[in-house]
């Protein structure tokens, strides 16, 4: 949408994910980064024992379903994968001038500049994210 609201559009239909978090607009305003989960494709990494399955006890998702990092042009288009990771605690943030995107969850903190996220430090729990120049 324009500032005042006008020409309002939508750039990902409901039906894209279960969930959708953590949206930060790039300063330039043509990059729309998000967090965004959807139905699992498999088991969970923990798994069942033998015992678990034959009794019929599943593992619970306890904060949701796993997310990943996405983006999406704000002039439309498909959201494309930042990255595969299937976390929980994702949040984001854009760098002040546009290059580089803060990535947090649960396993750390990473920044990206479009290829492979790069590992910064552990993080030990939820928390927000606000990019900081010194």
Wanted: no cysteine; aromatic share 8%.
């Amino acid at each position: 949408a324009n500032r005042d609201g006008s020409d309002a559009r939508e750039l990902i239909s409901d039906t894209t994910f279960l969930d959708l978090m953590s949206p930060r607009l790039s300063p330039d305003g043509a990059t729309i980064a998000f967090a965004a989960s959807g139905p699992p494709v498999g088991p969970p990494a923990t798994g069942r024992s033998p015992w678990d399955w034959l009794l019929g006890v599943e593992v619970a998702f306890a904060h949701g379903l796993p997310s990943d990092f996405w983006s999406v042009p704000t002039a439309g288009g498909q959201p494309s994968p930042i990255t595969q990771w299937g976390t929980d605690g994702t949040v984001l943030d854009w760098s002040p001038d546009g290059d580089r995107l803060a990535l947090m969850h649960l396993g750390g903190l990473f920044v990206t500049t479009g290829g492979e996220p790069a590992f910064l430090t552990e993080t030990p729990n939820h928390g927000g994210l606000d990019w900081s120049e010194r």
